[in-house]
């Protein structure tokens, strides 16, 4: 165990480190980068095709871009520089694009190893020790063409759906830096909608590349768990799958990302070999659609975000119905006692919940008063949960999670003939700094599909507007969800989280939810909705548009 005078040492020097790495990135001229930082991955990979832009002029417009963001932890831009000029070397020679993502800017969150950098998720203890070896997907977009620039921050563990550590700092959301970005993936989706990477990579086992899609305005993949590799990544738990995907500024550059990496094998042989299966839609789709979990009251302008998706796909012809989410409780109970079954020691004693350090007794006292005098069921039950489980407790929990699995199959897809799912990302459209410390039931939204397993795409809708999205007035809390004690938190007193006027601009997202190795369709149904909604002010280049409003 270091000590702190060791701990900040470390801190300073990497920081340090990486403020050095800044240093040789050029400023970024309006002019000459933005239409490079403007363009998707597939739009770059067809540009330099036609030999109208190089690798390496496209590098350094990310690369500038990127030091103004300050979302990163690692910048590889001279390694990535040495890269550039030599898919150049190679195309002015060929004429050959090397692969898919030829000369295409990537950037990785930090829990993926790359050799000769260090993967730390934000832990002294992991710092100065660089990896051997490029993770298996990182070494596949490399052959791929793809030019890893850049490591992005994460949340201490990244058991949190913020971004924030000792090591690195805090990652803001870009809209408004009174709110996190998000997480785990906070800093890929904070560089993304900021323009400062043209495609990025991340894990997701229970919302992290979800959730931070959806705070910040852009568009990600979580795919069915086995589709792509885990093989060189920081591990998570084994009794529910990380899922590792795309975040991206364009539904385009998402299905890029599957068609190219789909049914790669891994060194170790665990992922499915299953290739990239395009699809054929039917004309008319059948959606389902809730606006709450049946756990916390939705906000307005979450739900609003389901409604205008809903209208679009109407519009167009698709059959949209409303169905209750049954299990979400059920996933979010087995989620909360399989992820703490050690008590939290795979996570190095550092924290996320007091709950499995309290005492019994205490623990019990606590989940009696929430139940007895606040009128809190949710709240004492998520907190019994967490604690340390005997080896049969976890086998027992493990096929509760395959039960509900086979329930959700039978009481939604089999019983209603869904194509797709459209739900809230989560019950608010962002929580504030450190708020995923008392707001974690929140990720209930997201983590029944960790549980089933299910392919999940985020489209981002709208934005937070004061006018349409103020709570109503007779609204009371624990009526309509489980949680008193959360939703008077979330809404009521004189700082309510939810504040429409302060989180105005914010970007809200939807969840697109296919059943499990139904990851093509999810991203066919993904252009669907995208074309539905129509133009709304995300992608490449939206984030101009907020620094010009700053600025005015």
């Given at each position: 165990?270091?000590?702190?005078e060791?701990r900040?040492?470390i ?5 340090n480190?990486r ?13 000459d ?5 403007e ?14 832009w190089t690798s390496?002029?496209?590098l350094?417009?990310y690369?500038?871009?990127?030091a103004m ?5 690692n910048?590889?831009?001279?390694d990535a520089?040495?890269r550039a000029?030599?898919?150049?070397a190679?195309?002015?020679t060929?004429k ?8 295409v800017?990537?950037?990785v969150k930090?829990?993926y190893q790359i ?5 730390t998720t934000?832990?002294?203890?992991w710092?100065?020790n660089?990896g ?5 997907l990182?070494a596949q977009?490399?052959a791929?063409?793809?030019i890893i620039?850049?490591?992005t921050?994460?949340?201490?563990t990244?058991f949190?759906?913020?971004c924030s550590n000792?090591?690195?700092g ?11 970005c998000g997480?785990?993936s906070g800093g ?11 495609i ?16 910040c305005g852009i568009?990600?993949?979580k795919p ?5 590799s ?11 799958r990380?899922?590792?995907?795309p ?9 890029l990302f ?18 990239y299966?395009?699809?054929e839609?039917?004309s ?7 606006l709450s979990?049946g756990?916390i009251e939705t906000s307005p ?7 205008e998706?809903v209208?679009?796909l109407r519009k167009?012809g698709?059959e949209?119905i409303?169905?209750t989410s049954p299990?979400?409780?059920a996933a979010?109970e ?6 703490s079954s050690d ?14 350090r309290?005492?019994s007794f205490v623990?019990k ?6 139940k ?20 049969t407790e976890?086998?027992?929990l ?16 089999d019983?209603y003939?869904?194509?797709g ?6 019950s608010?459209p ?5 708020g995923?410390?008392?707001?974690s039931p ?6 029944i599909?960790?549980i089933v397993d ?9 934005r937070?507007?004061?006018?349409t999205d ?5 609204f ?8 008193k004690v ?19 601009g ?10 499990k ?5 999810v991203l066919?149904?993904m ?7 129509g133009?709304?002010g995300?992608?490449p ?11 005015s």
């Amino acid at each position: 165990m270091r000590s702190a005078e060791q701990r900040n040492g470390i801190i300073t020097s990497k920081r340090n480190a990486r403020d050095k790495a800044l240093s040789f990135a050029s400023p970024y001229l309006v002019n000459d980068h933005d239409a490079y930082t403007e363009a998707t991955a597939s739009e770059i990979v067809q540009r330099i095709a036609k030999e109208e832009w190089t690798s390496s002029q496209v590098l350094e417009a990310y690369i500038a871009r990127s030091a103004m963001a300050q979302a990163e932890t690692n910048f590889l831009y001279e390694d990535a520089r040495k890269r550039a000029k030599e898919l150049d070397a190679e195309f002015a020679t060929t004429k050959t694009l090397r692969g898919p993502f030829h000369g295409v800017p990537f950037s990785v969150k930090d829990n993926y190893q790359i050799e000769g950098y260090d993967a730390t998720t934000g832990l002294t203890a992991w710092a100065n020790n660089p990896g051997k070896k490029d993770a298996c997907l990182v070494a596949q977009l490399r052959a791929a063409g793809a030019i890893i620039f850049v490591k992005t921050n994460v949340p201490q563990t990244m058991f949190a759906f913020e971004c924030s550590n000792p090591l690195w700092g805090r990652t803001t959301n870009p809209w408004n830096n009174k709110y996190t970005c998000g997480g785990s993936s906070g800093g890929e989706a904070a560089l993304l909608a900021m323009d400062g990477s043209a495609i990025g990579v991340g894990s997701d086992v229970g919302g992290s590349l979800r959730i931070p899609t959806s705070y910040c305005g852009i568009y990600s993949l979580k795919p069915t768990a086995e589709r792509v590799s885990s093989v060189g990544i920081r591990p998570g738990f084994e009794a529910v799958r990380s899922s590792h995907g795309p975040l991206a500024r364009s539904v385009q550059d998402c299905e890029l990302f599957c068609k190219t990496i789909f049914g790669q094998k891994d060194s170790s042989h665990q992922n499915i070999p299953m290739p990239y299966q395009a699809v054929e839609l039917p004309s008319k789709l059948r959606f389902g659609y809730y606006l709450s979990d049946g756990m916390i009251e939705t906000s307005p302008v979450c739900k609003r975000a389901v409604l205008e998706t809903v209208s679009a796909l109407r519009k167009q012809g698709h059959e949209c119905i409303e169905f209750t989410s049954p299990l979400n409780r059920a996933a979010m109970e087995v989620f909360v006692a399989l992820a703490s079954s050690d008590g939290y020691k795979k996570m190095l004693l550092f924290l996320v919940t007091l709950g499995p350090r309290l005492p019994s007794f205490v623990r019990k006292l606590a989940c009696w008063i929430a139940k007895t005098f606040l009128g809190d069921s949710l709240f004492s039950q998520l907190f019994s949960l967490a604690r340390e489980k005997s080896v049969t407790e976890f086998t027992d929990l493990t096929d509760q999670r395959n039960e509900i699995t086979a329930a959700w199959y039978e009481q939604i897809w089999d019983k209603y003939g869904f194509d797709g799912i459209i739900a809230p990302v989560q019950s608010l459209p962002v929580i504030p700094h450190g708020g995923s410390a008392y707001l974690s039931p929140l990720a209930a939204a997201t983590i029944i599909y960790n549980i089933v397993d299910s392919p999940v795409g985020i489209i981002p809708v709208t934005r937070v507007n004061p006018d349409t999205d103020q709570l109503s007035t007779d609204f009371v809390p624990g009526v309509s969800g489980q949680s008193k004690v959360l939703e008077s938190r979330m809404y009521l007193g004189k700082n309510p989280i939810y504040d429409p006027k302060a989180m105005e601009g914010i970007p809200v997202g939807v969840q697109l939810v296919g059943k499990k190795w139904e990851d093509e369709k999810v991203l066919a149904m993904m252009h669907v909705v995208d074309e539905a909604l129509g133009p709304r002010g995300f992608g490449p280049g939206s984030w101009k548009q907020r620094e010009k409003d700053s600025d005015s």
